[in-house]
């Protein structure tokens, strides 16, 4: 069984997960993050996932329950950030219903279109020649 912790600082545990979290998917990123997860939203997901609390309610967590946080954080983090892509219409989403999820692709340029509206037209010009 592995150890537990009790976290005695828990803005201070959130603010260094969501940090290091974020600097897992860029680790340049100057973004507030705020925008992508608040400290309280952060301290909430501890809550969540912690084994419990002692006795002085301060949360328990292990290993693998650090684990979790850190991923939870990171997918949220990764999720927003698609999402505002997406918004700016960067890039393109829809809801797949066979994985029950949102699923995002890169846009088309103008000079794809271009090619790919050429390239169908000569298929269908090709098959009316028959």
Not at 55 to 84: C, K, M, S, V, Y
Not at 109 to 130: F, L, Q, V
């Amino acid at each position: 069984m592995s150890e537990v912790y009790a976290i005695v600082d828990i803005e201070g545990y959130a603010s260094q997960m969501r940090d290091a979290a974020a600097k897992s998917i860029s680790p340049d990123n100057t973004d507030n993050l705020d925008e992508y997860i608040s400290l309280g939203q952060m301290t909430n997901l501890v809550e969540e996932f912690c084994l419990g609390h002692d006795d002085e309610n301060r949360p328990l967590l292990d290993e693998d329950t650090n684990e979790q946080i850190f991923e939870e954080t990171a997918l949220w983090i990764h999720n927003i950030g698609l999402a505002r892509l997406a918004a700016q219409d960067l890039i393109e989403c829809a809801w797949d219903d066979k994985v029950n999820d949102m699923v995002f692709w890169a846009k088309e340029t103008k000079k794809e279109k271009k090619s790919n509206a050429k390239s169908r037209s000569r298929n269908k010009n090709m098959g009316d020649k028959k």
